[in-house]
């Protein structure tokens, strides 16, 4: 939900001053910490230490150790309601990941939107807000979407805050927090010193494509449990379509993460018309995000024109499309095919075990799905592969942001909490 109290800042918005707080880089992984590996097990629900031992492979000792510095720490606690009744000697008492006490705030700053939530230690999501991305000089921008992420933590005063997370596009530097996004115009814009002076939090910063390959990775846990699938090994390739393209490779148990930053797709040649501001036409990127797809529709007089503070917005084409309009249907249809096409090339590159679709641009018209699956295997020149759709659907932006607060702690809790609180409050 936007607040516009929020997304409309003074003219005269000072950029944040102070004390930076940690930038750390965020840990795209499955950890192999023995601290985060119980912490894990018990992300699904309460689990006795004997079934956190097989779970993990970590021998009854080690897990014994673990529950108990991470009940210390307040990172777990225990089920003494379901204790385990007609056992002989010590009763079995389980175990499960503290969800009351600490909070994380992930933000996620996209083209035109920007999403700031809240999440516990399981990576359930516990409420958010929308803001439009303020259009001002790069240091003034984030500090006004940094004090929007604060004023949205200040209402959740029972929870001891954690970690700040921010994914967006661009080329990001992980180790110091700065990113170069151009469609934003910012350029080695300091944004994980500028969120951890805001917050007073230690911070990391990712590409958002590989933060939703993150989540995929990192908060399926409870999901699985719930839907009784089971984590495979192998790579995973992540494609992101909505106002930027992007994609994100996931070997076994981690994102892989280039030194020089993510590639880019946004240049991959489609065959149309449509003209990019790199000076070539056809490029991806400009053919298949939601501003381009909207123009064609409006120039096409499927959706109508209009002014400020009405302007016309893709669900206004998902719309007409629903009630029956051809013309919207086949640009619809048509960016489909795009996608499906280029998941199929980039497959292609990568032979991965697996293909993940996410972002609105696949599930904004749920009909026009089918066309990419038929693009995709159509064009593919290998065997079938799993292709698949993002577990979070229309929510991904959310949990690559929820995934970036979280996954130092996921990696090394103990760690994480030693830094959060020798944070200076």
Not at 3 to 15: G, I, K
């Amino acid at each position: 939900m936007t607040s516009p109290a929020l997304e409309r800042p003074s003219r005269t918005v000072r950029p944040a001053r102070g004390v930076p707080r940690p930038v750390v880089a965020p840990e795209l992984r499955i950890s192999d910490n023995p601290a985060a590996m119980v912490l894990r097990a018990a992300t699904a629900g309460p689990i006795f230490r004997d079934n956190a031992a097989r779970t993990t492979g970590l021998s009854i000792a080690t897990v014994n150790r673990q529950v108990s510095a991470l009940l210390t720490a307040g990172l777990l606690r225990e089920r003494a309601d379901l204790t385990a009744s007609g056992a002989v000697g010590r009763p079995r008492i389980p175990f499960e990941v503290e969800t009351d006490r600490f909070v994380t705030v992930g933000v996620h700053i996209g083209a035109n939107l920007t999403r700031i939530v809240a999440a516990d230690l399981s990576g359930r999501i516990l409420g958010g807000l929308e803001i439009a991305t303020p259009q001002a000089a790069q240091d003034a921008a984030i500090t006004i979407i940094a004090r929007s992420a604060k004023a949205f933590l200040d209402r959740l005063p029972r929870r001891r805050p954690l970690w700040v997370g921010v994914a967006l596009a661009g080329r990001v530097d992980p180790v110091a927090g700065v990113v170069d996004h151009p469609r934003l115009d910012w350029h080695s814009a300091p944004v994980g010193s500028i969120f951890g002076t805001v917050l007073d939090l230690p911070v990391s910063v990712a590409a958002h494509v590989e933060a939703m390959a993150a989540a995929e990775l990192l908060l399926t846990g409870t999901s699985q449990e719930r839907t009784g699938a089971a984590e495979r090994p192998g790579s995973s390739l992540y494609l992101y379509g909505r106002e930027t393209v992007g994609v994100a490779v996931t070997l076994h148990d981690r994102v892989y993460t280039p030194a020089n930053g993510p590639g880019s797709i946004a240049h991959l040649p489609t065959g149309s018309e449509v003209e990019c501001s790199c000076g070539r036409r056809g490029c991806l990127e400009a053919t298949v995000g939601e501003a381009a797809v909207l123009a064609r529709a409006v120039r096409a007089g499927v959706v109508p024109r209009r002014e400020a503070p009405r302007k016309p917005v893709i669900a206004d084409l998902y719309r007409a499309a629903d009630q029956g309009s051809e013309q919207a249907r086949s640009i619809l249809f048509e960016r489909a095919e795009i996608l499906g096409r280029t998941a199929s090339l980039v497959r292609d590159m990568f032979n991965p075990d697996r293909v993940v679709l996410g972002g609105q641009a696949f599930t904004g018209y749920r009909p026009a799905l089918e066309r990419v699956v038929r693009s995709f295997g159509e064009s593919t020149t290998l065997a079938p592969t799993d292709l698949r759709i993002s577990r979070f659907g229309g929510r991904v932006q959310e949990h690559a942001a929820a995934v970036t607060s979280l996954s130092v702690c996921y990696a090394d809790p103990l760690s994480a909490l030693r830094r959060s609180t020798r944070a200076p409050r």
